[in-house]
Nanobody
Framework: QVQLVESGGGLVQAGGSLRLSCAAS????????MGWFRQAPGKEREFVAA????????YYADSAKGRFTISRDNAKNTVYLQMNSLKPEDTAVYCC???????????????????WGQGTQVTVSS
């Protein structure tokens, strides 16, 4: 019932920036917390950032703090991830996800997210 489509990935040099977008469908998007996760080859999927229903509350992984910014525009049913000062270790497939509940506090537990996008590849060269 909820469909998520990511875009904005690509190849950038270390120190560069990318802005990822996640377009969402579904009647409850405006009341749903959203998150960004990433998975590098040979590694487990890890949490990056999350945002509550109205964008006031955010939560970041330590690796993302100070470099990444999550935001949302409920009028456009879209969540964003602005990534600055990119490093080669940021290389991964980035997926957005929708929380299973309504009006929940942003969290890093991937088990709480029931809807996932297909992912967009981010590659950072040294």
């Amino acid at each position: 019932q909820v469909q998520l489509v990511e875009s904005g990935g690509g190849l950038v040099q270390a120190g560069g920036s990318l802005r990822l977008s996640c377009a969402a469908s579904g009647r409850t998007f405006s009341s749903t917390a959203m998150g960004w996760f990433r998975q590098a080859p040979g590694k487990e999927r890890e949490f990056v950032a999350a945002i509550n229903w109205n964008g006031i509350k955010t939560y970041y992984a330590d690796s993302a703090k100070g470099r990444f910014t999550i935001s949302r525009d409920n009028a456009k049913n879209t969540v964003y991830l602005q990534m600055n000062s990119l490093k080669p270790e940021d290389t991964a497939v980035y997926c957005c996800a929708a929380d299973l509940g309504l009006y929940r506090t942003p969290n890093s537990d991937q088990d709480r997210y029931g809807y996932w996008g297909q992912g967009t590849q981010v590659t950072v060269s040294s």
